[in-house]
């Protein structure tokens, strides 16, 4: 059975997705894409990428920590961003969050995100450990 999770510490969806869904033993979890929303929903950086990129990845982090995940346990990650040359300029700061062996990556240049303020959104796909795995505080029952 998969389960799905909004962790408290993080901005609240306000669509029809949650930040995160657990398939079968709780082992490899799916996160929403992610966009440039601090915990009370506000853009940070409008308009700029390498402040969107830091804060879409400290969102990921934040949302895999309640569920005893890592960075490293991601295994892939697609972005989306409307501007691929800027994007590609935030290697560095995607290295403050990954080191090797890096996750698969599938970069997509789109024509625009749901606010024109925002211009990188992030998903991923995570395989956390047995060992750290616990089950998130809000996490609820899907497919019932």
């Known amino acids: 059975m998969a389960t799905s999770c909004n962790p408290d510490n993080i901005w609240q969806p306000f669509g029809a997705f949650s930040m995160m869904v ?12 992610q966009v440039s929303l601090d915990a009370s929903g506000a853009i940070v950086g409008p308009g ?27 295994i892939s990650l697609t972005h989306y961003t409307t501007d691929i040359q800027a994007f590609m300029q935030t290697g ?3 290295q403050e969050f990954f080191a090797e062996p890096y996750p698969v990556t599938t970069t997509v240049e ?13 998903t991923a796909v995570a395989e956390i450990p047995e060992e750290r795995y616990k089950t998130p505080a809000q996490v609820k029952a899907m497919h019932l």
Do not use: C, F, P, W
Not at 48 to 74: E, F, H, P, W, Y
């Open 22 to 33: 657990i398939q079968g033993s709780g082992q490899v979890v799916h996160l929403k894409g």
């Open 48 to 74: 700029d990428m390498r402040t969107q990129v830091r804060q879409v990845l400290t969102n990921i982090k934040i949302v895999l920590a309640a569920a005893g995940g890592k960075m490293s346990d991601i």
């Open 92 to 94: 560095d700061i995607r």
């Open 110 to 122: 789109v024509a625009a995100l749901y606010n024109a303020d925002l211009v990188i959104e992030i």
